[in-house]
């Protein structure tokens, strides 16, 4: 469905000599949930946000055409407009949020009658026709401090502008807007880099299987070769060598050294335990040796 309604602008201490303030024609288009009847009555105070553009032509006046998101009346009985209208809030100027390139700037900031002004061009979806739709809007900077230090806007810069409806431009018919806030946007995208799954050609695949363990880890060590026969000889030695420690303390010398150490460089060492190995002579023994 759609809507006819009159856009009314306040005045909010906002004033330039090429923007007059009245009200603007605007058209309402809305998906009709059940019987909405009560919105279609004259005189009806509504509140609506949604996506919005401006068409004019030489045929056709100036005029705004809001997709609505969402539509609501203002309760109260219309009959009495009077103490209807009485109940209504006042009018605010409303807000509008674009992206715009710049294409011409005019007027000086703190300087003349004619506020600082940028016309960009927009460019927005158009669900009614299902194509993109192309318009101006002229984008004004309030007198004072804060924009005192902002840098000039160059041509086909890309802009994201957030500001308040405040009337028609008297020369070109353009949405009159004074900016609340603004951020530059990029001109340029830089190529990125290919993904993984964009790159040509097939993947080297990774052979995992390759890099596991072998059968044996740092962690374990090679087990020795067991004996029986040998390992029940080593106890009986070491049986006797600690009987015989217990019994009495000797201590004696190989009659033949030199043979005794060719023997052992000749012979393949075998790993000896502790009870094996000869027990140290103490000083209490070489004092009764030698008596």
């Not at 100036?62 to 009985?77: E, Q, S, T």
């Not at 158009?126 to 041509?155: D, E, M, V």
């Not at 040509?200 to 890099?211: F, L």
Request: charged content about 25%; some cysteine; hydrophobic content about 30%.
């Amino acid at each position: 469905m759609q809507l006819r309604v009159a856009l009314n602008i306040p005045f909010k201490d906002i004033e330039s000599d090429d923007v007059e303030s009245s009200e603007i024609p605007t058209l309402i288009r809305f998906f009709n949930e059940g019987n909405r009847s009560e919105i279609c009555q004259p005189n009806a105070f509504v509140y609506s946000s949604g996506a919005f553009l401006t068409t004019s032509s030489e045929d056709d006046d100036f005029h705004i055409i809001l997709h609505a998101h969402n539509l609501d009346r203002h309760p109260g009985n219309q009959e009495d407009p009077d103490s209807y209208f009485m109940h209504c809030p006042g009018a605010a100027q409303p807000i509008v949020t674009f992206l715009g390139i710049v294409l011409e700037r005019r007027g000086q900031l703190n300087d003349g009658q004619n506020l600082l002004h940028y016309r960009l061009q927009t460019t927005v979806y158009n669900p009614s026709t299902r194509t993109p739709h192309t318009f101006p809007i002229t984008a004004f900077f309030k007198n004072g401090q804060r924009w005192a230090n902002f840098p000039p806007l160059n041509l086909d810069t890309h802009v994201f502008l957030t500001g308040r409806i405040f009337g028609l431009t008297k020369e070109d018919r353009q949405l009159a807007v004074v900016t609340d806030d603004i951020h530059f946007l990029p001109t340029s995208t830089s190529s990125l880099p290919p993904t993984p799954s964009s790159t040509i050609g097939k993947r080297k695949r990774v052979d995992r299987w390759s890099q596991r363990a072998g059968p044996t880890t740092p962690s374990k060590s090679t087990s020795q070769f067991y004996d029986p026969q040998l390992a029940e000889n080593v106890r009986a030695t070491s049986t006797a060598d600690e009987d015989e420690d217990e019994e009495s303390t000797q201590v004696t010398w190989a009659d033949n050294l030199d043979g005794t150490e060719s023997a052992r460089q000749t012979s393949t060492p075998t790993p000896e335990r502790r009870s094996q190995r000869p027990r140290k002579t103490s000083y209490t023994d070489i004092l009764a040796l030698s008596k």
